[in-house]
């Protein structure tokens, strides 16, 4: 007999600058509200095993989203888009997280994001801490300045590179303990996202996401900071993320053993270990 999933999904039109945006999601659970962000040119698949943990579903509504440009959001039909350059400043990016929660008409949700939705999760609480009930960061820094970081950026829309040299590099990042199987699939995910859209979105990755001065002028009294970066990964080195909760006073700090820069994908089994004492604090603060 066939097995269905408990996930839900559709997609909302986003108006965001005078543009309408189709943006595809997917939603399992009731209760506290969680916006869950996916990395870099990758697509809200990669939260699909926290979508079906019963353990989180039952006290957490998890919302996985494409970002516009993403996955199933394809580009809007009302703009010549391949006119100019994807390019995904922190101005869209928050203005894409906070559209979907008026749309869902979201009360103070709890956000999540990885790698550039870790430093998302950085500059909402910085910008907008008033919006949100707690944030998550994944990977998250205060900058992510690696040498030669605007050449980089051009690597990834040369004619040269072939498309499986991302997915390739996003397989390095992971650990060597995490299951073979989800180390395939989370560079699987990645083999089919735009070029164009990698490269666009490191602009706000690596160039523009810079929170040294304000970092530290975040209210943890007010919006809890969680961050929690994985023991392999070179990207959002544990280093970095400990810097960054050292600037943050209050926040929580987790070093993931044995995990790399997709925790919630590469090994979700263990990445629950850490992640259910946040929710578990989350629910508490909330009751």
């Known amino acids: 007999m066939a097995r269905f999933s408990e996930i839900r999904g559709g997609y909302v039109y986003l108006t ?3 543009v309408e945006y189709r943006v595809a999601y997917e939603e399992a659970g009731s209760g506290i509200p969680i916006i869950l962000q996916h990395t870099a040119s990758a697509d809200g698949r990669q939260w699909r095993h926290l979508l079906e943990d019963p353990d989180i579903t039952k006290h957490f509504r998890l919302i ?3 970002l516009p440009y993403h996955g199933k959001s394809l580009p809007p039909v009302s703009k010549r888009w391949w006119e100019t350059e994807y390019v995904l400043t922190k101005d869209f990016f928050e203005k894409s997280i906070l559209a979907l929660g008026e749309a869902f008409a979201l009360d103070r949700p709890v956000f999540m994001g990885c790698s550039m939705g870790g430093h998302m999760a950085v500059d909402l609480a910085i910008d907008h ?3 949100f009930s707690a944030v998550i960061g994944l990977a998250a820094g205060m900058l992510t300045r690696p040498p030669g970081h605007l050449k980089m950026i051009e690597w990834y829309g040369h004619p040269r590179m072939s498309n499986n ?3 390739a590099l996003m397989y390095t990042m992971m650990s060597p303990s995490s299951p073979e199987s989800l180390r395939r699939e989370t560079t699987f995910v990645y083999s089919q996202g735009s070029p164009m859209v990698f490269r666009g979105d490191l602009t706000y990755h690596t160039a523009e996401h810079d929170a040294r001065e304000t970092a530290r002028t975040i209210d943890t009294a007010k919006l809890p900071v969680y961050i929690l970066g994985g023991e392999y990964d070179w990207s959002g080195t544990s280093a970095i993320c400990q810097a960054l909760a050292n600037e943050i006073k209050g926040s929580y700090y987790q070093d993931m053993k044995g995990l790399g820069h997709f925790p919630m994908c590469e090994d979700p089994a263990r990445f629950k ?11 508490a603060r909330a009751a």
């Open 273 to 283: 270990e850490y992640l259910m004492p946040v929710l578990k604090e989350i629910m």
């Open 64 to 66: 996985a989203h494409d």
């Open 129 to 131: 801490p008033e919006k």
């Open 165 to 167: 040299w991302k997915p």
């Open 16 to 18: 965001i600058d005078g």
